[in-house]
């Protein structure tokens, strides 16, 4: 028999107990038994669903005296008491499983050397992006393939407001409620809307990528607080979409990147990438350029990844990463839109001149103009400004109001 602990009983942690006791195949795929006997959670108060056989406590003391964990799932989140309780579990050689990726962004480095010292698991397969198999994929079937660059819609919060917002012209507030109702948000929701959980991803990316854990400072962060609705419909006036997007790329002396929003052009595969479904590319010399798309948060995907991940666990016997990367041989965008209130149009004007940027087209909007600038430099501008990816030539042709100022585009 396996004896399986549970941590957390919210979204996740009743989906990771729903799928273990609905699914027959996942014990004749171990060739045993699954039981889940004990739950931690935190508070005392709340009503829970009663299952027979099993001791739902809100003890540690209880908890972790249990002596026959064969592996413990955590679905709490936060740094503490998470990091303790699964040291003390991998301490002891018990594997542990997470969907914690704050955890895992932060004390991935400690916890994984961890289990290697105690020779058990730590993984962390629905931590990214959900329910697609990302992790498990760069340490099983892509073990050795060189990355160069990773990229690609990782919060699915996000994706889903914006795309309710843009698509369906709801509110921000409606549709944020929406996203925590359907179980998609963060406990505290700042840390999708401000890019805490997309930099938390890509941090964990990287290091399957690049081999080592980023530093805090390696990869920037911002989230879609600072996106006016003008901006949207600027981007819109040419064809592009606006996406919060994680990525992380080897520019040959080290590893940069972030997360930001950006513009996707039609001719970005993840341009259609829509609602609460994330997208990932990964981009190397062998591989070109693969894609993977799926329910980037929600309780079935999320706990379909944490049980593949135990079976992930069983049946490799070798689960770790080859150190392979070679560098980015471009830019992976070459400009950029910017948007500029209509107080600070000649102020931007100045700036083009005095900088010899190259303004290839604009569009004007009531609120301000959009002017999408070349970016050779890869330099931030003195104005909002989001990078464009894919091929801006194929962009929808806006009326230029400037062409006399800027030269024919
Ligand atoms: N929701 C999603 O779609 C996804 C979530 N994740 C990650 O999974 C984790 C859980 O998320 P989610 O299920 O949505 O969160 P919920 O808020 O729905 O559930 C959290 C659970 O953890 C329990 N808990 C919280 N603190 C403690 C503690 N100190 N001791 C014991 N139990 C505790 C809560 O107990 P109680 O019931 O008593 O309140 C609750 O059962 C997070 O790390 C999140 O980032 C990852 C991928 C997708
Ligand atoms: N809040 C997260 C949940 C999954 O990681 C998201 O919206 O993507």
Sequence with gaps: MINVGLIGYGTVGKGVYERIVQTKELEALLGDSVVIKTILVKDRQKTRANHEEVVVTTEWDEFSQVADFDVIFEAIGGIEPAFSYTSFFLEKGIPVITANKKLVAEKGHVL???????????????????????????????????????????????????????????????????????????????????????????????????????????????????????????????????????????????????????FLTSTEPLVNVRGVTNGISIEGAAIDQLLFIGPGAGKEATANSMVEDFLFYKRSKQYERATVTKAVEHNPYSHVLVCIPHAEREQALQWVKKTGRHVIDTFAHHEGEGWIISDDFQETTPFIQYPIYGDVSLRKRAKSLHSAQFGSF
């Design 112 to 262: 994984e050397s961890l289990a290697k010292l105690n020779q058990t698991y730590y993984g962390y397969e629905a931590a990214v992006a959900g329910g697609i198999p990302i992790i498990n994929s760069l340490k099983g079937v892509l073990a050795s393939t060189s990355i160069s660059r990773i990229s690609g819609i990782l919060n699915g919060t996000t994706n889903y407001i914006l795309t309710e917002m843009i698509d369906y012209n709801r509110s921000f507030a409606d549709v944020l409620l929406e996203a925590q109702q359907l179980g998609y948000a963060e406990t505290d929701p700042t840390d999708d809307l401000d890019g805490y959980d997309a930099w938390y991803k890509i941090r964990i990316l990287s290091r399957l990528c690049f081999g080592k854990w980023p530093k805090e400072d390696d990869l920037k962060r911002e989230g879609i607080s600072r996106v006016e609705d003008w901006h949207v419909e600027l981007g819109e006036k040419f064809g592009f979409k606006l996406k919060l997007i994680g990525e992380a790329w080897n520019s040959g002396t080290e590893v940069i990147g972030g997360v930001a929003p950006a």
